[in-house]
């Protein structure tokens, strides 16, 4: 029996169509690519408002990757959790909340809020889900990876000429 993913209410259908959506994959990496410009932008020594603007920011981000996920769920149900870059979308954003949460709140807690904020790195990550939709560059890296013995061998070769 062949499941489907797809759902059946108008709702529903409308947000499994809008996640499933090719256009809406692109606005989501060109947000996690905006998201990786504004992170790297972070540095020590800033003043106060450039801070207030990195954390505004970076809480724009983190509703924006919240609303995705809600979108996803609400369209895909149970299956959203089928795909393990949906799991991983899934637990960045729970981090990120915990992150937000652990910094508003200044009591003495176990876990130090800059661990939870290091969790916003695994962002950067997300950028990979291009290389899931683009095969040709798939296929590019897959024979770099596989070609990667054979240039070592020659880079050592070259080495020994060389010197």
Request: proline fraction near 1%; hydrophobic fraction near 55%; charge should be positive.
């Amino acid at each position: 029996a062949v499941v489907s993913t797809q759902s059946t209410g108008k709702f529903m259908k409308f947000c499994y169509d809008m996640s499933e959506n090719q256009k809406f994959e692109v606005i989501i990496t060109i947000i996690i690519l905006l998201n990786m410009v504004q992170m790297s932008m972070e540095h020590d020594n800033a003043g106060v408002e450039f801070n207030d603007a990195m954390v505004i920011a970076n809480l724009v981000f983190t509703v924006i990757y919240t609303l995705e996920a809600i979108l996803k769920i609400i369209g895909t149900r149970k299956f959203y959790f089928y795909k393990s870059w949906n799991i991983f979308d899934f637990v960045i954003v729970v981090f990120a909340w915990l992150g937000i949460l652990m910094d508003k709140i200044t009591v003495n807690t176990v876990i130090d809020p800059s661990i939870l904020r290091s969790f916003r790195v695994f962002r950067v990550a997300r950028i990979l889900r291009i290389i899931q939709m683009a095969k040709g560059i798939r296929r590019l890296l897959y024979t770099l990876i596989c070609s990667l013995p054979a240039l070592i061998n020659i880079g050592t070769l070259l080495l020994l000429i060389i010197y």
